[in-house]
């Protein structure tokens, strides 16, 4: 069967898959076929009508997916590791003196996780839920400190509003 797979950057092609294929045999598919101009992510989600096809073990029927001319949306799936680790709040050092004493001393104050900035992070809406940072005022949009999660945030916010619209879709009676 003939299918398109559509990417989030608004490119697709089409492949050709036999009738009993499975979700794994379409994944291996998709690396195959995409096109070299086309970055396919290592880790992704493959979604038709709004339901995510998994477990990868069934078949491509059980979802539905028995014509040809039928669009799979290929979407990212996994968050990457922060750019700059975070900076955490003061700490304490414990130091051994060559008597046998201790001694403590207390770190600089934290800082803006921005590569160049030194302001003090927000509180509360500094802190970044997707590359755990903590950022100044000027900082804490997920633009603004250059996230790296910023495109599986904007993909998973596509995804929510693609399977919202297609629930609320309204079907056509058929009958005359």
């Keep these: 069967m003939r299918l398109t797979i559509r990417l989030t950057t608004n490119t697709s092609y089409s492949l050709t898959v036999p009738d009993n294929s499975t979700v794994q045999d379409l994944r291996a598919s998709a690396k195959v076929a995409c096109p070299s101009t086309a970055k396919l992510p290592t880790d992704f989600k493959l979604i ?5 096809l998994d477990p990868y073990y069934k078949s491509l029927s059980d979802f539905g997916i028995k014509e040809d ?3 799979i949306i290929l979407m990212s799936s996994g968050a990457a590791s922060p750019l700059s680790s975070p900076s955490l709040g003061p700490t304490t050092i414990i130091r051994k003196t060559a008597t046998g004493a201790t001694t403590s001393t207390k770190s600089k104050k934290s800082k ?6 030194g302001s003090a992070p927000l509180r509360m809406v500094g802190e970044c839920s997707h590359c755990m940072g903590k950022f100044c005022a000027k900082h804490r949009l997920l633009e603004d400190h250059h996230c790296q999660d910023l495109q599986y945030c904007r993909d998973s916010a596509h995804e929510r509003n693609a399977m919202k619209l297609h629930n609320e879709s309204t079907l056509a009676s058929s009958k005359v």
């Design 112 to 117: 803006c996780s921005f590569k160049s900035c």
């Design 69 to 71: 001319g039928v669009t």
């Design 48 to 52: 038709f009508n709004g339901q995510k």
